[in-house]
Nanobody, 126 residues
Framework: QVQLVESGGGLVQAGGSLRLTCAAS????????VGWFRQAPGKEREFVAA????????QFADSVRNRFTISRDDAKNTVFLQMNNLMPEDPAVYYC???????????????????WGQGTRVTVSA
């Protein structure tokens, strides 16, 4: 079993930046594809970004493309979500997810992921 723990959330002013971290422990031998999702109050969980097992393929939701980047450090079993130019529509609880995958794929649908963290909250002030 893989355990995922997100960190790095907090309060930031609009236009500011945060870097979220997803740290994996347990059976991390992989290979794993990783995704980030977010859920705002009263809304469905939505896809934010994904990265393939080898880091060569990434995908972003239209709403965050060109503002967010995703990267991974497999030596540290960690995936990062760098969020720049945060906007009033970005506040949510951000979740990290993972699934076994050795293909050149990313996964953008929540049910495709087997493992989830507890989330970290991001708040953006005007």
């Amino acid at each position: 079993q893989v355990q995922l723990v997100e960190s790095g959330g907090g309060l930031v002013q609009a236009g500011g930046s945060l870097r979220l971290t997803c740290a994996a422990s347990g059976r991390t031998s992989g290979p794993y594809a990783v995704g980030w999702f977010r859920q705002a109050p009263g809304k469905e969980r939505e896809f934010v970004a994904a990265i393939s097992w080898n880091g060569r393929i990434t995908q972003f939701a239209d709403s965050v493309r060109n503002r967010f980047t995703i990267s991974r450090d497999d030596a540290k079993n960690t995936v990062f979500l760098q969020m720049n130019n945060l906007m009033p529509e970005d506040p949510a609880v951000y979740y990290c997810s993972a699934r076994m995958s050795s293909g050149a794929y990313y996964y953008a649908i929540a049910y495709e992921y087997a493992h989830w963290g507890q989330g970290t909250r991001v708040t953006v002030s005007a």
